[in-house]
């Protein structure tokens, strides 16, 4: 089957209100579709669950959205890195959000133990790990050999996980995304996602993934609705962890 996953990131109390919006547009454009919510337990070191975040939450998978566990903090707060290549990456391009950029195996662990024992304490189901910013350092990979995660995703790429085997090379499943962070980024990201989305007609994956900061530009959710109701007439829309078990 040609699939299309589309995701929430940064799922959390503070983006709630942005969170519902995009579910709620995703869901005119088309209500078969199911979500993939990349969720943040602690999201910039707030931990408050709120009762109508737990209600949303419980009413989003009581309709088939999956949860995903997308870091813990969501901030990376490792120590400079020592490479200009390595500063580049992890501040320019992600603000210093790639929380997984740059932990040890040891750190990583932890840190996916943790979010894991959040969901746990819910009863929430957690198939999938998605390292903020994409950005998942060496000891984040060899973590992942410690836990039952079914898969996890990179910028460009779908990757199967198994407890205890090394990552393969991964299924190339191109995403499209949106830059808010300015009036340029904007303006050029729709040009680049209406590429992207006709270069993607032959991949058997397109993945469609929203940030909270999307539902305050209405131009970038009506170009992105626009763009998801074409794809959506061609693809069978599916979460991760479903697309995951599709591929066996
Ligand atoms: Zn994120």
């Given at each position: 089957m040609s699939?299309?996953?589309?995701?929430?990131?940064?799922?959390?109390?503070?983006?709630?209100?942005?969170?519902?919006?995009?579910a709620d547009a995703v869901e005119q454009v088309d209500p078969a579709v199911r979500l993939t919510l990349l969720?943040?337990?602690?999201?910039?070191?707030?931990?408050?669950?709120?009762?109508?975040?737990?209600?949303?939450i419980?009413?989003?998978l009581a309709r088939g959205d999956e949860l995903a566990l997308h870091g813990l903090t969501h901030v990376d707060d490792s120590p400079r890195s020592a490479s200009v290549y390595g500063r580049a990456r992890r501040s320019i391009y992600t603000?210093?959000?790639?929380?997984?950029?740059?932990?040890?195996?040891?750190?990583?662990?932890?840190?996916?133990?943790?979010?894991?024992?959040?969901?746990?304490?819910?009863?929430?189901?957690?198939?999938?790990f998605v390292a903020p910013a994409w950005?998942?350092?060496r000891g984040t990979w060899e973590a992942l050999q410690d836990f039952d995660f079914?898969?996890?995703?990179?910028?460009?790429?779908?990757?199967?996980?198994?407890?205890?085997?090394?990552?393969?090379?991964?299924?190339r499943a191109p995403c499209v995304v949106y830059s808010t962070r300015s009036a340029w980024r904007r303006i050029a990201s729709r040009a680049w996602n209406t590429a992207l989305v006709t270069a993607s007609?032959?991949?058997?994956?397109?993945?469609?993934?929203?940030?909270?900061?999307?539902?305050?530009?209405?131009?970038?959710?009506?170009?992105?609705?626009?763009?998801?109701?074409?794809?959506?007439?061609?693809?069978?829309?599916v979460t991760k962890a479903a697309f995951a078990r599709s591929l066996g």
């Amino acid at each position: 089957m040609s699939a299309l996953c589309v995701s929430i990131h940064d799922v959390a109390p503070r983006t709630l209100e942005a969170c519902k919006a995009i579910a709620d547009a995703v869901e005119q454009v088309d209500p078969a579709v199911r979500l993939t919510l990349l969720v943040v337990p602690r999201y910039h070191n707030d931990a408050s669950v709120p009762p109508e975040y737990v209600r949303w939450i419980e009413t989003r998978l009581a309709r088939g959205d999956e949860l995903a566990l997308h870091g813990l903090t969501h901030v990376d707060d490792s120590p400079r890195s020592a490479s200009v290549y390595g500063r580049a990456r992890r501040s320019i391009y992600t603000a210093g959000e790639g929380e997984f950029a740059a932990l040890s195996r040891e750190e990583a662990r932890a840190r996916i133990a943790a979010g894991c024992e959040w969901f746990a304490q819910r009863a929430w189901p957690v198939a999938g790990f998605v390292a903020p910013a994409w950005l998942t350092s060496r000891g984040t990979w060899e973590a992942l050999q410690d836990f039952d995660f079914l898969y996890t995703t990179t910028l460009t790429r779908f990757w199967l996980l198994r407890r205890g085997a090394a990552a393969h090379s991964g299924l190339r499943a191109p995403c499209v995304v949106y830059s808010t962070r300015s009036a340029w980024r904007r303006i050029a990201s729709r040009a680049w996602n209406t590429a992207l989305v006709t270069a993607s007609t032959r991949s058997h994956l397109v993945r469609f993934g929203f940030h909270p900061a999307d539902a305050g530009y209405p131009g970038v959710i009506a170009h992105a609705c626009a763009l998801l109701h074409t794809l959506a007439a061609g693809r069978t829309a599916v979460t991760k962890a479903a697309f995951a078990r599709s591929l066996g």
